[in-house]
């Protein structure tokens, strides 16, 4: 039976937005939450779904029992000098954020990070390479998307879910390469259903990112490699900092008071 998260006061179950063979998936959205939504749920019309927090999502993917905080981080030497793919901050959070992780997803492997932003929010390249493809090359999945080698690093990466792009060309296999730059503005993130094909599989706006081993050449060699947990190149949640209590402020204060006063003592007496 149902177990509805606390604070729950009201659930919206719209006409189905898409089927499988048995015809059961259907769109929920809740108002447990401001911009909470939850993701396709095995669910009928009119019935009541079974819902768990686990699969909360702020724009974007959802996060099933099991993702990927279970995924092993080991830090890649290579991941000096990498840089973030979003702004930080973006529209969506004052910091970085990872909606989705790498690892297990529904009983299947994710095999990126779903990063949370708005849309039209800027997407940078996280390393020094060449743009091999880019485009609408998967409108069931990944929508527009960018590829990129970064041959120095011995990896590539790929953009997904996006609104724009920086740059002219389109194809899976770009006869124009272009080259980038390590944080260099590639485009602008996406995944805004109501944005047309270009938004992919995605039911709010977010980038879905991953980092594989080896350099592709092209967008179908991209899949050939292996992937790795963007978290061993420092892609990963970037916590706020906590706020100062009563008391650190007060010792703040008198701290900077003795420094200031320490600082006077140093100079003299004023001269009368």
Not at 83 to 95: D, E, G, R, W
Not at 127 to 136: E, K, R, S, T, W
Not at 155 to 160: E, P, Q
Not at 226 to 244: M, Q, R, S
Request: proline content about 10%.
């Amino acid at each position: 039976m149902v177990s509805l998260l606390p604070g729950l006061s009201a659930i919206n179950i719209a006409s189905p937005v898409c089927s499988n063979k048995n015809g059961w998936t259907t769109q929920v959205e809740t108002f447990c939450q401001p911009k909470f939504k939850y993701d396709y749920i095995k669910i009928k019309v009119g019935e009541v779904p079974t819902v768990s927090s686990s699969e909360l999502i702020y724009g974007g993917d959802p996060k099933p029992p099991g993702t990927a905080s279970d995924a092993p981080v080991t830090p890649d030497p290579r991941s000096v000098g990498w840089k973030l793919p979003v702004a930080v901050p973006n529209s969506k959070t004052p910091t970085f954020k990872i909606n989705s992780k790498y690892g297990e997803r529904w009983g299947k492997p994710h095999k990126g990070v779903d990063i949370r932003t708005g849309q039209g929010d800027p997407a940078y390249a996280s390393a020094d390479g060449v743009i091999v493809a880019q485009g609408l090359l998967n409108p069931g999945g990944y929508g527009n998307c960018i590829v990129i080698q970064h041959p120095e690093k011995g990896v590539s990466t790929i953009y997904a879910h996006m609104s724009s792009f920086a740059f002219p060309g389109i194809g899976k296999n770009l006869k124009n390469k272009i080259e980038v730059k390590a944080g260099q503005y590639i485009g602008a993130t996406g995944g805004d259903p109501k944005s047309g094909a270009g938004a992919g599989r995605s039911d709010g706006p977010h980038l879905h990112y991953e980092i594989r081993e080896g350099i592709t050449k092209n967008y179908g060699g991209f899949f050939s490699l292996t992937p790795i947990n963007p978290a061993n190149f420092g892609v990963t949640d970037i916590p706020l900092p906590k706020p100062l209590t009563p008391s650190q402020v007060l010792l703040g204060n008198l701290s900077y008071l003795q420094q200031d006063q320490d600082s006077n003592n140093q100079l003299g007496p004023l001269r009368q």
